[in-house]
């Protein structure tokens, strides 16, 4: 098996749609974690090998590594399991971004063609599996048991998430905690660990890497809902992705949840028609209903005091270039969500 912790010699690209340039001192770790994570795919079958390669070239913004280290750096020093974990971390969001495409139908990813457009869903789902399978078993390797422990719940806590958004699919009874419950789970919870597991590999105190979750757990919270907004608002040339599935595929997302908070009963029931005719909903006709720019504008402003509530977690930490990028963070979301107004 390729041990995650030994890059191999051939050297690979950074992460793409990641912007580093606040957090430069991190490029060697970056750059490390990636080749780590192209060369998982050496460890499968030779006949799996090349589908391996393909998802791992054409997936993830890599921020789970970022964040991984950038809370390692900012309670101690990085080392060779904090690596582990990225890696670990990524293939587990790998995983659940082809089943995503599966799910929504997606078509594009990272401006080039999904596995389940390749190759079909039967296989696409087994590729799937596969990255999580072997994610768990790379976090068996952990010297703590407490460790795999905490990524095997992650794992378990992000399929759980999805399940439960795939049943609430078209349920116009879905509440706003409803929403929050599953975004933690399907999308924050990776967040968090990658910020717990960071400081825990460096013997920090409970009260220091359970702050640093939460501020996982909010800045995810926060990068779902600006990705919401931009699933209604973005253009696929810019964003490098298919967008405008949510609602076509019966995801109500918070400005979807806000617009019909907003609308009267009438307007509540030409909705829910449409969505139930499960046909392509065209945006002209959300805006049609109800106040649709203030329910995006209001989505925007609770992710933006979500990333302010983030920020307060940071509090425990001493002042570092680590934490300041940290901070950096949020400051590169709340500029991602001012393009949600534009």
């Known amino acids: 098996m390729t041990n995650p912790t030994q890059a191999p010699s051939t050297s690979q690209p950074a992460p793409q749609g990641l912007d ?33 390669t393909y998802i791992l070239n054409t997936s ?27 890696v670990i971390l990524e293939l587990i ?29 039967a296989l696409s789902v087994l590729l799937g599996d596969c990255l999580f399978a072997h994610a768990l078993m790379l976090s068996s ?32 009874q879905l509440t706003k905690e409803d929403y929050y419950d599953i975004i933690a789970k399907k999308t924050a919870e990776l967040f968090g660990a990658a910020m717990e597991l ?14 640093l979750r939460d501020f996982g757990m909010k800045l995810g919270t926060a990068y779902q ?35 019909l908070e907003a609308a009267t009963e009438q307007q509540r029931v030409k909705l829910h028609r449409l969505l139930i005719q499960k046909e392509p909903i065209d945006i002209g006709a959300l805006a049609n209903l109800a106040d649709y720019e203030g329910a995006i504008e209001s989505a925007i402003e609770t992710g933006l005091q979500m990333v302010e509530e983030a920020e307060d977690c940071l ?27 534009a």
């Open 198 to 211: 960071g400081a825990q590999l460096n013997g920090q105190p409970e009260e220091v890497f359970s702050a």
């Open 93 to 121: 969001h790998v995983a659940t971004l082809v089943h995503d495409d599966i799910i929504d139908g997606a078509e594009i990813r990272r401006q080039a063609p999904t596995a389940n457009a390749k190759w079909g869903d």
């Open 315 to 341: 509090s425990v930490l001493p002042e570092s270039d680590h934490k300041d990028a940290l901070i950096g963070i949020g400051a590169f979301l709340v500029n991602l969500f001012g393009k949600c107004r």
């Open 20 to 52: 580093t340039s606040p957090f430069e001192f991190l490029r060697p770790d970056l750059d490390q974690v990636e080749e780590l994570i192209r060369a998982q795919a050496t460890d499968f079958d030779p006949a799996v090998e090349p589908y391996i």
């Open 225 to 259: 809902i600006y990705d919401d907004c931009i699933d209604l608002v973005g253009e696929e040339s810019e964003y490098g992705k298919t967008l405008r599935t949510d609602l076509n595929r019966g995801k109500l997302t918070l400005p979807i949840l806000n617009l």
């Open 60 to 86: 993830g913004k890599r921020i789970r590594p970022a964040l991984t280290f950038l809370a390692g750096g900012a309670t101690g020093q990085i080392g060779p399991d904090h690596h582990k974990l990225a």
């Open 141 to 172: 390797e952990f010297d703590e048991a407490v460790l795999s422990r905490k990524v095997a719940m992650a794992a378990n806590r992000v399929c759980s998430g999805e399940i439960i958004q795939t049943q609430r699919r078209f349920d116009m």
